[in-house]
């Protein structure tokens, strides 16, 4: 609603100037700068009220009817229908982590498009979309108020339900009895967020609300799909255990829902599926056995993807164990040939008269390397355990086969 210049200073009790109007309180700022932000404001907001006082039966009536959207039994849909209705457009709301919650409506011929952020205390709790004809993004601002309402009351519900399914996910995970509906398989998932570990109380507080938040990210995802979820925070993880039709779709999407929901470095560990509520503990050791080996960063791994033995050969101890075979055996044979011998012995898994057409020497002469390198382990090539040595030992560089004998 625009508002004369002329009336404004006449409101202000200032003297008369140029002619114009202003439709924002920053536009009249700029064109009265020496007028103080209250009374500019005071003097702007009656002059706008005035002017719309014939309209306001009307803009009632609107609002009401807005707010009757709000109270029914799915108000995002709801709201979502009123503004599409009202503005002949298509509005749609998603939430946190991008999942859509609504949409109503078609977006007509030259719409153009407004996308109203709905955040509670800094925090975000979803989006509204509005594709319409020039002039709507007021309205949809306003409604993004109501919006943001309804997405706060699914939050509190979700947060009801949660506080239920801690106590259970809690007598679960204490090793007491609970009871899986039959033919169910449950999955368990455990976040932790990356960075220093909180030393203060009030560290250890914020910490504690963002895992909080991420467990309300999750319970909504897996609620949206009629999942099961139970979700606690235990320590310094963010706990998710939902009762699988699709395992390892769900946790992609787990997975999907958290990276849309916070910019916040974040590891992911996703359990096998389990059958049996006594096996809850053994999903939380698996979870995290994942979550220790998620490398990358906002990265997830699944347990049944892991590789339990990618720790041991990135460990300082493997390396050690390769410089130390490597020294060894340059002392013994500088030129080398005794190592390449080993690492093609390593890949090979045919026959010793194969192996010695493969280094293109004789097949004694391969014999007696082979004791040499025998003497450098300092146990026999048939020994399953010295060949596991010398196969981490040469790992890192690329070598790999199936352990064999010399027989």
Excluded at 3 to 14: H, M, Q, S, T
Aim: glycine share 8%; net charge positive.
């Amino acid at each position: 609603m625009a508002v004369r210049l002329p009336a404004l200073r006449a409101e202000l009790g200032l003297a008369a100037g140029p002619d114009g109007e202003v439709t924002t309180l920053d536009e009249a700022a700029r064109a009265l700068p020496g007028v103080s932000a209250g009374a500019l404001r005071a003097a702007f907001l009656r002059l706008s009220a005035a002017r719309l006082r014939p309209q306001l039966p009307a803009l009632r009536a609107l609002l009401q009817d807005a707010q009757r959207a709000l109270d029914s039994a799915q108000p995002e849909a709801a709201l979502a229908r009123w503004l599409a209705q009202v503005t002949g457009g298509q509005a749609t709301v998603r939430s946190s982590w991008g999942d859509l919650v609504a949409s109503e409506g078609d977006a007509p011929p030259g719409a153009e498009q407004y996308e109203v952020p709905l955040a509670f205390e800094r925090r975000p709790v979803g989006t509204l979309h509005l594709q319409a004809a020039p002039g709507w993004g007021d309205l949809a601002a306003l409604i993004a108020d109501l919006l943001r309402l309804a997405r706060l009351q699914a939050a509190a519900a979700g947060a009801a339900r949660r506080r239920v399914g801690e106590r259970q996910f809690e007598t679960l995970l204490s090793g007491e009895p609970g009871a899986f509906a039959p033919g169910t398989r449950a999955v368990l998932a455990a976040l932790r967020l990356t960075g220093p570990p909180a030393r203060s109380a009030r560290m250890r507080e914020g910490r504690e609300q963002q895992l909080d938040v991420l467990c309300s990210v999750g319970e909504g995802y897996f609620y949206r799909r009629n999942l099961t979820c139970l979700t606690t925070v235990r320590g310094e993880l963010a706990l998710w255990l939902w009762f699988t039709r699709d395992p390892q779709g769900e946790a992609a999407g787990l997975h999907a829902a958290l990276l849309n929901a916070t910019p916040r470095d974040f590891r992911l560990g996703v359990s096998q599926p389990h059958p049996d509520a006594a096996l809850v503990r053994r999903a939380l050791r698996q979870a995290e056995q994942a979550l220790d080996e998620a490398r990358g960063a906002r990265s997830a791994v699944t347990f049944e993807h892991l590789d339990p033995l990618q720790s041991v050969l990135d460990s300082a101890a493997r390396h050690a164990l390769s410089e130390q075979l490597r020294a060894r055996l340059l002392t013994t044979d500088p030129d080398g040939k005794l190592e390449l011998t080993l690492r093609t012995y390593l890949a090979h898994s045919g026959s010793l008269a194969e192996l010695a057409g493969t280094l293109n020497v004789h097949l004694n002469t391969l014999r007696y390397r082979l004791r040499r390198l025998e003497g450098v382990l300092g146990g026999p090539l048939s020994d399953p355990a010295v060949v596991t040595r010398a196969y981490l030992a040469f790992h890192a560089t690329g070598t790999s086969g199936a352990l064999r004998s010399t027989s």
